[in-house]
């Protein structure tokens, strides 16, 4: 069964012995196969909001600046920023090397740099690279000096996923956590139907399946390196170590 819309949906029809849809009919597919389509993108929802930072959400984005402008909005589809990964892009043409934008705060922005915005002045003869972010609270970052040339800032960020709509559109989720999606789109059809148990069953599954997903994807463990240098004492093959001075 394809990975798609109506692979998913028919997972649920063949384990509620269900008639499964076509692509035909799927469109105008109503009563308990509306929900069944709708429980699909309720449990992928749901996937997306246990998690801010799925690496299947993550987005490389490239914003062309504009001459004499300093604020930006953020992508529309946007759930969170990583500030820390926002770059000026090497263009050798403009002659500009790449450079990593440290973090202003929006309170030090107000405070040191706010006049840039308004000064026609610092405005067009303060203009260059800018050397610094800021994150607004109007959801927009901020470039500082203002940019005096179209260069292109790179950042990452992670996004909000639409819902499934035609028979062929596949999810973000990879393919590999297919029955975490059926898992909980089963926890909806069975709540559809007033089976309260056999929908608790389902959400223990489901819940489960989103820890397995987290321990997969998200969880590191960063391992402590030894900084002792090992030395022989001599005598026996013994081996001491020496600890290097704090």
Request: aromatic content about 14%; some cysteine; charged content about 20%.
């Amino acid at each position: 069964m394809a990975y798609d819309f109506l692979g998913l949906v028919n997972d649920i029809n063949r384990r509620l012995n269900e008639v499964e849809l076509t692509s035909a009919n799927f469109a105008t597919a109503a009563g308990f196969y509306g929900q069944a389509k709708d429980a699909v993108n309720a449990s992928i929802r749901y996937m997306n909001q246990s998690e801010y930072e799925w690496p299947f959400n993550h987005v490389e984005q490239e914003d062309t600046l504009s001459v004499g402008v300093t604020r930006y909005p953020f992508p529309v589809d946007c759930k969170v920023i990583d500030f820390d990964t926002f770059r000026i892009k090497e263009n050798t043409t403009l002659g500009n090397n790449t450079v990593k934008l440290p973090i202003v705060s929006y309170e030090e922005y107000l405070d040191k740099y706010v006049d840039q915005e308004y000064n026609s002045t610092i405005t067009s003869q303060g203009q260059g690279v800018p050397q610094r972010v800021s994150q607004a609270p109007s959801l927009e970052y901020i470039m500082t000096p203002v940019p005096d040339k179209a260069y292109t800032v790179v950042y990452e960020y992670y996004r909000i996923p639409v819902d499934l709509v035609l028979y062929d559109d596949v999810p973000v989720i990879p393919e590999r956590f297919r029955h975490i999606i059926v898992d909980g789109a089963m926890h909806y059809a069975y709540l559809f139907r007033g089976n309260t148990q056999d929908a608790l069953v389902a959400k223990e599954k489901f819940e489960e399946g989103i820890k397995h997903m987290k321990s997969m994807l998200i969880n590191r463990y960063n391992y402590v390196r030894s900084y002792l240098i090992q030395q022989n004492t001599g005598g026996g093959g013994r081996i001491g170590y020496a600890r290097l001075p704090l």
